[in-house]
């Protein structure tokens, strides 16, 4: 069994409150969820509002699998929402858990 373990930092630009960040976060997790069969939560920043760090994770008997499918989480994020800024991210793959 091989786990993925994607973290992201976003810098939201647009957000003026925790209620305008909460709803854009919404979007984003639900989307990904739906889309790419992954767990997702906001795990660090819940007080700041223009700032957010997402925990992502993926399991699959396969390495090559796991990695495909954050990486195409993290293009998704780029290229869907183009108003969020990618302020950092990093991938961690546990092979044979």
């Not at 960040?21 to 997790?29: A, P, T």
């Not at 290229?79 to 044979?96: A, F, Q, S």
Request: glycine residues 4%; proline residues 1%; aromatic residues 4%.
């Amino acid at each position: 069994m091989n786990t993925g373990i994607c973290k992201v930092k976003l810098h939201l630009r647009e957000s003026q409150s925790l209620k305008d960040k909460r709803r854009i976060l919404k979007s984003i997790v639900s989307r990904l969820r739906n889309q790419y069969n992954v767990s997702i939560a906001e795990v660090d920043d819940q007080d700041l509002w223009q700032l957010a760090t997402l925990g992502v994770t993926c399991v699959s008997n396969h390495n090559q699998h796991v990695d495909e499918t954050l990486s195409k989480v993290m293009n998704f994020i780029v290229h869907n929402y183009p108003d969020l800024e990618v302020v950092d991210h990093e991938i961690e793959i546990l092979r044979g858990l």
